[in-house]
């Protein structure tokens, strides 16, 4: 192991959280700043959330480590999916009492006895749960509830919430979570480590294993580390204990990037490659129906049609005939115009001729 190459008395860089490696980042002592404030209110809810590896549990365990046993009472459950009865029965597991065979009212008054209990002891209850995103609602609605039980105007039970980002997220946009959202008294993220808190936070804990400079780490290191952490504390933790084994394995001293990249590119190689997306073969195309046998037909020969250069006759002769065809019709159309004018003659003949016999046939009676 790379602590007995070294010379270290431990693993700086285990994944587990050991109050004995707390450093006190920028995010982490605003953090501790709000519980602090928050556990002097001795009431409401504190929230604290961030991204997988930011150090959440450290958090506890620091705060944990810190607390005044003699006047704190605290509880730490980890949730995963607990329904409000199961969470319940957690509750009063904290705080020692015995809860088989009992009713949902029945563990809601065991509990709330026990909260005066330990009061009368001289003790604050200070339940803490970890990975509360993934409660239902109907369990923090029964943390509400039992954020409600007092004695004296003070109340018995303290509640901290830790979660991921979506927890904050789903605590600001439920109607649901309205009430519990006013209880909150103290709220913080915390956020990854900035690039000049990577040198400190490693030197830190090399230190407390008994570090004396073997390996030594030169500044570009520290860039490279930051880089391929993103400055979020378990990632970076990974990373380090990495790269101090590559240096026992390779009898390195120095530490410099291209180590850090040469283990950065070690791990990307320990992750599978993704599989290549196989796109799903087209279905062939039906096949085309055999024809039908048929008798073949005699051959015709196909008219030879005129080349080009014969089209501008062709289209002469076509004017021709168009031609004469409107002369026959203007003919015919006078013809017409001629019959229809004699027969209108003789109609007026007509006419005229009846009128003058009328005429005469009138005469010959006056006389």
Sequence with gaps: MYDDHYGLSGRPFQLTPDPRFWYDTATHRKAMAYLGYGLAQGEGFIVITGDVGAGKTTLVGHLMATIDRERLHAIKLVSTQIEAEDLLRMVAGGLELETVGMTKSQLLSAIERGLHAMARSGRRTLLIV????????????????????????????????????????????????????????????????????????????????????????TPDAFQALFQGSDGVPRRLNQ??????????????????????????????????????????????????????????APYEPRPIRPPREEAPVAAAAGNDALQARIAALEARVEDLDAALRRVLTLLVDWVEGEERIDAASIRSVGR
């Design 239 to 296: 990373l380090a204990g990495r790269v101090l084994l590559f240096g026992a394995i390779e009898q390195v001293d120095t530490i410099d990037a291209r180590v850090v990249r040469a283990v950065i590119d070690d791990i990307a190689g320990d992750s599978p490659a993704p599989k290549p997306v196989v796109q799903p073969e087209p279905a062939p195309p039906p096949p085309m129906p055999a024809p039908a046998p048929s008798v073949a």
């Design 130 to 217: 970890d990975e509360a995103q993934a409660l239902p609602v109907s369990a923090l609605e029964e943390l509400r509830m039992l954020s409600n039980f007092q004695a004296g105007g003070h109340a018995l039970l303290q509640i901290f919430l830790l979660g991921q980002p979506e927890f904050r997220e789903r605590l600001h946009g439920s109607e649901r979570l309205e009430q519990l959202r006013q209880r909150v008294i103290a709220m913080h993220h915390l956020d990854p480590m900035g690039p000049e808190e990577v040198e400190p936070y490693m030197l830190h804990r090399l230190s407390v294993v008994g570090w004396e400079g073997r390996p030594r780490f």
